[in-house]
Structures are given as structure tokens and as C-alpha cells.
T-cell receptor, first 116, second 113 residues
């Protein structure tokens, strides 16, 4: 069974802090994703990575950056946290042999981040 | 930009009745359509998916239909049970790439015992 693990379930930080959210998957997936989930807005893609050291912006990348130094780990970084970044953050991963194989994404349990 | 619209936002049914959730997508190149179920406080979990070369797919009480011409797809749950109560999300690939999924805004399904 696929395991996607996010380092924290709940996190409270202060405005202006640099915040790191960590995600690890154990299935040797090429693709990893970061979403934020807000009521009534569904899941919105922040960044994704299709290989080590590769990243692409999603729909709402402003205020965020990512790092993928190892295949199993994908980090989301809030450079200077702001109150409008209070949200649920979900990490996901998927396996793709090639770009068009449409493999499902598997999600972690999420990190509920509060910025005070 | 491309989007996925999902309706209704909330749905309440009596146990044993059927539930239908509908989604429309804007990108005619989309070719993969997964459905996720998210119970309260838990991760979204894939319950069924369909590819663009198929019109319908069933898995026990769950079925998904796809109309490529109209660019809409639907989730059908028959003989609903209280444990079906959750938020359901539809999604569609952006173009023919499997990297990016665009999600609907979610449907909160309540099954009344």
C-alpha cells in the first residue's frame, strides 16, 4: 500500500516566519505534488515535481517555494508566512512511467497550518 | 484558465437511495478523470477513475460515466449507506498530461439513516 507521510498534522507559526512542510513517500514515485485545501475551493495545486531537482509551478505558487533533493522527499517552503496562508496543505505522489500514463495520485493526511 | 465545475455543493439523501454528483470540465484535451472521497479529518482517497476512451465504469455500488462531447462526467452511488457520508471531489487532467489535475470544489454528501 502506498504511504505518503507528512511530517506534522498540525502546525502553528507566526507571521513572517519561514515555514517548512515535509512530505515523504515510500513507493519510488516520480511525481510529487503540494496542494492547499480551502472550504469551497477544492484542492489547488501549489507546486509539483516530476523528478529530483525538477519543479514546476502550479496554479497558486506565489509566496511558496519547493525543494526536491531526493526522490522520496518533497518539501514546501513558506518564505515569509502570512495569515492568508493559513490552510490545510496536502502532499500527493504518483507513479508515471511516462508522461501520459495517467496514474492516480495518492495523498498524505495533510498538515493544518495556522499562521498567527 | 481551465476549470472543473462540480454540482451540487451539498447533497442529502436517505439511506438506500441513489446519489449523483456531476462535473463539467473545460479542457477538451483532458483524458483522465479520477474521483476522490475525503472523510472528515482524513486524506482524500481515490474511489474510482475513468479514462477518455471509456464511457462508463462500475465498481460495486459506484459508477462513473463520461460524456466527452458534452465535457461532463458523473459519479453515481447506489444503495447509499451512512458510511458513504463524506466530501467527494472530481478532477480532470490539464490537457493530456498526467502531471496536473484540476479539482472540482467538492460535494458534501450526507446519507441519513
Amino acid at each position: 500500500d502506498v504511504k505518503v507521510t507528512q511530517s506534522s498534522r498540525y502546525l502553528v507559526k507566526r507571521t513572517g516566519e519561514k515555514v517548512f512542510l515535509e512530505c515523504v513517500q515510500d513507493m519510488d514515485h516520480e511525481n510529487m505534488f503540494w496542494y492547499r485545501q480551502d472550504p469551497g475551493l477544492g484542492l489547488r495545486l501549489i507546486y509539483f515535481s516530476y523528478d529530483v531537482k525538477m519543479k514546476e509551478k502550479g496554479d497558486i505558487p506565489e509566496g511558496y517555494s519547493v525543494s526536491r533533493e531526493k526522490k522520496e522527499r518533497f518539501s514546501l517552503i513558506l518564505e515569509s508566512a502570512s495569515t492568508n496562508q493559513t490552510s490545510m496543505y496536502l502532499c500527493a505522489s504518483s507513479f508515471d512511467r511516462d508522461r501520459y500514463s495517467n496514474q492516480p495520485q495518492h495523498f498524505g493526511d495533510g498538515t493544518r497550518l495556522s499562521i498567527l | 484558465g481551465e476549470n472543473v465545475e462540480q454540482h451540487p455543493s451539498t447533497l442529502s439523501v436517505q439511506e438506500g437511495d441513489s446519489a449523483v454528483i456531476k462535473c463539467t470540465y473545460s479542457d477538451s484535451a483532458s483524458n483522465y478523470f479520477p474521483w476522490y472521497k475525503q472523510e472528515l479529518g482524513k486524506r482524500p482517497q481515490l474511489i474510482i477513475d475513468i479514462r477518455s476512451n471509456v464511457g462508463e465504469k462500475k465498481d460495486q455500488r459506484i459508477a462513473v460515466t463520461l460524456n466527452k462531447t458534452a465535457k461532463h462526467f458523473s459519479l453515481h452511488i447506489t444503495e447509499t449507506q451512512p458510511e458513504d457520508s463524506a466530501v467527494y471531489f472530481c478532477a480532470a487532467t490539464l490537457g493530456d498530461s498526467s502531471y496536473k489535475l484540476i479539482f472540482g470544489s467538492g460535494t458534501r454528501l450526507l446519507v441519513r439513516p
